[in-house]
C-alpha cells in the first residue's frame, strides 16, 4: 500500500465504511457494484421452479437466515427473468407495518405492486380499464381527493399516494383488513384481474417476489401459513414468498408448506466455514473456498491492504460464515480506525495504521455484547448444547427457533443439518461450560 496522510486515510475507511451499510443490494447499481457470484445453485434452483411451472401459478418457499444474502439473491433471480417474466419485487417490511401483516393486507399489496410495476414499465393497458382499477384502489385506501383519469401521471400519482397510505395510515389498513377478512374470494378475484390484464398489456406471466416476510415474528407468520395459507396460495400467479429459517423446523408449518407448495421449498445454505467438529479443533482449518468467497465480497468494498496479515482470517472466522456478519465486523473495524486516526495530529506518521487483530477484537466484542445482551439462563443452556453437540436436545423447541431465527444459532447443512453456536458467542459459552 502506497504511502498516505492521515486525512487521506480517513477518506479511504469512511468510504469504506459507507459500502460497508448493510443495505440490500437490490437494484442493478448496487448489484454491478458489490455483487459476487454466491449459490448460484440455489438461484438456479429458484429460477428452474419459476420457469418449469406447468400452470404458471406455483407458489415457492424461499428460506434462509438473517443476513445470508436472500435479498441479493432474489435481486439477482429478478434481474435473470425479467425479460421472459412480468417480474414485482418488494419488501413486505418496506410495505406494511409490521404489527398489521396478514393475509389480506399480503394480498391487497401484490395487487397494488403489480399496478405499480405497469406504470414503472409503460405497460399499455386502456385507459377505461386502467381507470376502475384506479377508482377501485382508491375507494378502498379512501384516496378519491385525486381525481382518477386514464392519463399516465395522473395513475402514477394516486398508485404512490395509496402505496404511501397503505405504509403509515393505520385506520386504512384496519379498514381494508376488516372489509376483506370474511370476503378474501373477492379480494382475489380483483387480484387475479389485475394480473391477467397486465399479463395480457405485456405478454409475460406474472412473478410476485416478496421479501422480508421472514422479518415477522413466529406467531404472525404462524398465523398467515398455517391459518391462512390457503388465501395466500388462490391468486393465479407465482410468488415467491420468505420465510426465516426457523419456520422450517416449526413441525405445524413445514406438512402445512409442502401440501400446499408441492415441496417447492428452497432453504438458502449458510456457507460452512468449517467442516462438521473442525471448528473444535485448537487451531481449525477453514473451507478455503468460503474463505476465497468471502475475501471477494468484502474486496468490492474495501481495499484488502488495509488489513493486516491475521486480521483479515480473523474476521473471517468471527463471521460463521454468514455474509452479513462479515460485513459488520469490517465496517465497526473500519469505525475504530477512524477514531484512532482522528485522535492523531495532521502531520502523524500512519503509514503502519491498519486493520489490526487488535481492531478486529475491539469490533468483535462490541458485536458480541450486542448479540448476548438479550440472552437469559435458558438460552444459555441451550447454547452450550448445541455448543457441544452439534445439535439441540429439541430442535422444534420455541426457545431455540427463536435463538435460530436470530443469529446466535446458524444451521449447515452436508447430507444432515447441523447446528452451531455463532463464533462470537464460543468464548461465553465456553466460560459457562467450565465454570
Same mark, same amino acid.
Given at each position: ?18 459500502? #460497508? ?16 457470484? /454466491? ?27 438473517? %443476513? ?37 393486507? +399480503? ?26 382499477? &384506479? ?23 394516486? $398508485? ?39 399479463? %395480457? ?8 417476489? +416478496? ?54 421449498i428452497?432453504?438458502?445454505?449458510v ?5 462438521? %467438529? ?27 491492504? &488495509?488489513?493486516?496479515?491475521?486480521? $483479515?482470517?480473523?474476521?473471517?472466522? /468471527? ?14 473495524s473500519?469505525?475504530?480506525? &477512524?477514531?484512532?486516526?482522528?485522535s ?7 503509514s503502519? &495504521? ?8 475491539e469490533?468483535?466484542n ?13 438460552? /444459555?443452556e441451550?447454547?452450550?448444547?448445541? /455448543? ?10 420455541s ?12 444451521e ?12 462470537? #458467542? ?10
Amino acid at each position: 500500500m502506497s504511502q498516505r496522510t492521515r486525512n487521506q486515510l480517513i477518506e479511504i475507511f469512511r468510504e469504506a465504511a459507507n459500502n #460497508l451499510e448493510l443495505f440490500p443490494l437490490d437494484n442493478a447499481s448496487t448489484l454491478d457494484r458489490f455483487a459476487i457470484e /454466491y449459490d448460484q445453485e440455489t438461484l438456479e434452483e429458484l429460477a428452474a421452479l419459476v420457469e418449469d411451472s406447468p400452470s404458471q401459478s406455483s407458489k415457492i418457499i424461499f428460506s434462509g437466515h438473517t %443476513g445470508c444474502g436472500k435479498s441479493t439473491l432474489l435481486a439477482a433471480l429478478a434481474r435473470k427473468l425479467h425479460d421472459r417474466f412480468f417480474v414485482v419485487r418488494f419488501s413486505i417490511a418496506n410495505t406494511i407495518e409490521n404489527a398489521d401483516v396478514n393475509h389480506v393486507t +399480503i394480498l391487497f399489496t401484490i395487487a397494488l405492486k403489480i399496478m405499480q410495476e405497469a406504470e414503472i414499465q409503460n405497460v399499455k393497458i386502456l385507459p377505461k380499464t386502467k381507470e376502475g382499477l &384506479l377508482n377501485w384502489f382508491a375507494k378502498k385506501t379512501k384516496s378519491e381527493e385525486v381525481k382518477v383519469t386514464g392519463e399516465a401521471s395522473i395513475g402514477a400519482k394516486l $398508485l404512490e399516494l395509496i402505496g404511501l397510505k397503505l405504509k403509515v395510515d393505520a385506520v386504512i389498513r384496519q379498514e381494508i383488513k376488516q372489509e376483506f377478512e370474511r370476503k378474501v374470494s373477492e379480494l382475489v378475484a380483483k387480484l387475479n384481474e389485475i394480473a391477467a390484464i397486465a399479463n %395480457g398489456a405485456s405478454g409475460k406471466n406474472i412473478l410476485v417476489i +416478496i421479501d422480508d416476510i421472514d422479518k415477522l415474528e413466529i406467531p404472525v407468520i404462524r398465523d398467515v401459513f398455517i391459518n391462512n395459507i390457503k388465501a395466500l396460495f388462490l391468486p393465479n400467479l407465482q410468488i415467491i414468498y420468505t420465510l426465516p429459517i426457523s419456520a422450517l423446523h416449526d413441525k405445524d408449518i413445514v406438512p402445512v408448506l409442502e401440501t400446499e407448495t408441492s415441496d417447492r421449498i428452497v432453504p438458502m445454505r449458510v456457507l460452512k466455514l468449517y467442516k462438521k %467438529g473442525e471448528s473444535r479443533h485448537p487451531d481449525p482449518t477453514p473451507v478455503a473456498e468460503v474463505v476465497s468467497t468471502l475475501e471477494k465480497l468484502l474486496a468490492k468494498r474495501i481495499d484488502l491492504e &488495509l488489513f493486516e496479515p491475521d486480521a $483479515l482470517q480473523k474476521v473471517i472466522a /468471527y463471521s460463521g460464515g454468514v455474509l452479513r456478519e462479515v460485513i459488520r465486523i469490517v465496517q465497526q473495524s473500519c469505525r475504530i480506525c &477512524l477514531r484512532q486516526l482522528r485522535s492523531l495530529p495532521e502531520d502523524a506518521d500512519v503509514s503502519n &495504521l491498519k486493520i489490526s487483530l487488535t481492531v478486529v477484537e475491539e469490533a468483535a466484542n462490541n458485536l458480541r455484547l450486542q448479540m448476548s445482551r438479550p440472552l437469559g439462563k435458558v438460552d /444459555y443452556e441451550i447454547l452450550k448444547t448445541v /455448543y457441544q453437540n452439534y445439535a439441540p436436545d429439541d430442535p422444534r423447541d420455541s426457545e431455540f427457533l427463536g435463538l435460530l431465527k436470530g443469529l446466535p444459532v446458524l444451521e449447515y447443512r452436508n447430507a444432515r443439518e447441523w447446528h452451531d453456536v455463532h463464533p462470537l #458467542l464460543w468464548q461465553l459459552v465456553q466460560e459457562r461450560l467450565t465454570s
